[in-house]
């Protein structure tokens, strides 16, 4: 299955015009703070917090239509929660903007019926967030051994063209689980992505992961894993350098590209901009809608200030990969090559 013609021509004029001025290329809106599950890391559990109405996040994903944007990313929290998704998908989709959902797939938020609703509605790309195969302790996202949500989306995928991918953690809790979703990724040809625990994640602190000789050297050879089975064909979507500049990492804080606020822009449920979402869900004070292209010409996020506190101690595989593809649309094709 394949994005339709007129969304890779949005993608291809969008990525012409970002070469020669800062424009955002993916959004990602937040689309509610709640989940319904209670991971024992996590401070997302039922937020009580109001969801935005489908009225204003039509509005963003106009906007962001304006300022030229190739990918609207749909967030949470749990986005399935809302009865609306399907309909929030339908407008972005028939802007011809590449729409992508990031779900836990658990509870029924993957049912078929769910499933049908957004692959009917134009969803282009599809992300659970899976901490294992087996059952693991403090977590709720996994298998349990179980793979019917991987039929449900193979069935998907034929009936709908909706691409999609698991994506890891290497959380230390969870690195027993690693070579088993490389196994289930290997027999399922399911695509899968892997991100090393932020700075700001809720599993540990740096000190208490990257200064800890035992979880650093399991961390490693975790790594060298994933790196060998991806070269044996293992449908690994993070390119290359994003597992060399890890381990580099793990040795020595690291500088390294991040688009965030310039390339790449996350919408808090508030239609503030995040200053980056991963940075204790800190805003800019800004309302998404009153942005311009001056604001991504402009550096007025204040990127380069926020990264020159964060970028060390952070190696978020969401801000790398989509600042590598970037700057490295080769491996941006591989990678979308992968999830066929």
């Not at 986005?79 to 989709?93: C, G, N, V, W």
């Not at 996202?141 to 909706?162: F, H, M, P, Q, S």
């Not at 399991?218 to 994933?226: F, M, R």
Request: glycine letters at 6%; aromatic letters at 10%.
């Amino acid at each position: 299955m394949a994005l339709s013609l007129a969304k890779k021509g949005r993608l291809a004029s969008s990525f012409l015009k970002s070469q020669f001025s800062p424009l955002p290329l993916w959004t990602h809106l937040w689309v509610t703070d709640r989940c319904n599950l209670a991971c024992s890391y996590c401070e997302v559990v039922e937020n009580k917090k109001k969801d935005p109405s489908a009225e204003e996040v039509t509005s963003w994903i106009s906007h962001a239509y304006d300022l030229e944007t190739a990918v609207i990313a749909f967030m949470g929290g749990e986005p399935t929660l809302r009865k609306d998704l399907h309909e929030l998908i339908r407008s972005a989709s028939k802007k011809n903007l590449i729409t992508y959902l990031t779900s836990h797939g658990q509870k029924k938020a993957l049912s078929s019926e769910n499933l049908a609703k957004f692959g009917e509605a134009g969803l282009d790309i599809l992300e659970i967030s899976l901490d294992g195969y087996d059952a693991l302790q403090g977590s709720e996202k996994t298998l349990r051994g179980d793979e019917n949500l991987i039929d449900r989306l193979e069935d998907a995928r034929e009936k709908y063209g909706i691409l999609y991918k698991a994506h890891q953690v290497l959380a230390p809790e969870a690195l027993d689980e690693t070579p088993k979703l490389l196994d289930l990724a290997e027999r399922r040809l399911l695509p899968i992505s892997f991100g090393l625990v932020t700075e700001f994640a809720g599993f540990f602190r740096r000190s208490a992961i990257y200064s800890n000789i035992n979880i650093k050297e399991k961390l490693e050879k975790t790594l060298a894993l994933i790196v060998e089975k991806k070269r044996k064909g293992v449908p690994v979507v993070n390119p290359f350098a994003y597992f060399e500049d890890a381990l580099r990492f793990l040795r020595a804080p690291l500088r390294w590209n991040c688009d965030i606020g310039t390339y790449m822009i996350q919408v808090a449920t508030n239609g503030e901009v995040f200053r980056c979402s991963k940075y204790n869900k800190l805003t800019t004070g800004t309302k998404f809608i009153d942005t311009d292209r001056d604001y991504f010409r402009n550096g007025e996020h204040g990127s380069e200030e926020l990264l020159a506190r964060c970028n060390r101690k952070c190696f978020s595989a969401c801000a790398y990969t989509t600042s590598h593809f970037r700057c490295h649309p080769h491996d941006f094709i591989v990678s979308y090559a992968l999830s066929n």
